[in-house]
């Protein structure tokens, strides 16, 4: 009930293609939902997070898709580039607990 | 502002050596949070300390350890090293009462 399933593994699309990264969580009580993107050699940075009021936010290219009744959020990059790159995570928590991350998908965006 | 510092930056350690990672967090923060990232686990939760005091752990070996000083930075450390224990380690600080956690650049570990 703690686990965070995260698919794709990995991805490859074209510049300009719409990646879509899923996740699906069974604990109801989770509250935070981040997605991380992180660089080879560095750590996770954060990209944007959900609370589960809303079922869309988006900040620049990012935008995230939740879906309450579902157990499902996704994350999908608008015209994608080369620099994004990337290995992205999906995590959740509820306050005062550790985040629970899923296995992370690679990302490939070629040119 | 400066992020989360960790240092050394990378390790190689012997079976059976202990290790001693540190971290200093974003300034203003006082949670810590540690986390073992490896190829086949992802990213794997080992505790969280806040005000000097173990808040969460996860579920690892006693051979895990960490503490929290006054000045929020903080140490974990490795006894008894196994090859299984290479990774990168990874240290998140946050704001009391957040959950916006920021992560440092880790530390790689090699155990030969």
């Known amino acids: 009930q703690q686990q965070v399933k995260q698919s794709p593994q990995s991805l490859i699309v074209q510049k300009g293609g719409i990646p879509i990264i899923n996740c699906a969580y069974e604990?109801?009580?989770?509250?935070?939902f981040p997605w991380y993107q992180q660089f080879p050699g560095k750590g996770p940075a954060l990209l944007i997070a959900?609370?589960?009021?809303?079922s869309e936010k988006k900040e620049g290219r990012f935008t995230i898709s939740f879906n309450k009744s579902a157990k499902q959020f996704s994350l999908h990059i608008m015209d994608s580039q080369p620099g994004d790159s990337a290995t992205y995570f999906c995590?959740?928590?509820?306050?005062?607990?550790?985040?629970?991350f899923g296995k992370g998908t690679t990302l490939s965006v070629s040119s | 502002k400066a992020g989360v510092t960790q240092t050394p930056r990378y390790l190689i350690k012997t079976r059976g050596q202990q290790v001693t990672l540190s971290c200093s967090p974003i300034?203003?923060?006082?949670?810590v949070s540690w986390y073992q990232q490896t190829p086949g686990q992802g990213l794997q939760f080992l505790f969280e300390?806040?005000?000097?005091?173990?808040?969460n752990k996860g579920n690892f070996p006693g051979r895990f350890s960490g503490r929290q000083f006054s000045n929020s930075r903080s140490e974990m450390n490795v006894s008894t090293l196994e090859l299984g224990d290479s990774a990168l380690y990874l240290c998140?600080?946050?704001?009391?009462?957040?959950?916006?956690?920021?992560f440092g650049p880790g530390t790689r570990l090699t155990v030969l």
């Open positions: 959900i609370r589960p009021d809303v």
């Open positions: 604990n109801t009580a989770f509250d935070y």
């Open positions: 300034s203003g923060h006082r949670s």
């Open positions: 995590a959740a928590n509820q306050a005062g607990t550790a985040l629970i």
């Open positions: 998140a600080s946050s704001l009391a009462g957040t959950t916006e956690q920021f």
């Open positions: 300390y806040f005000s000097e005091t173990q808040r």
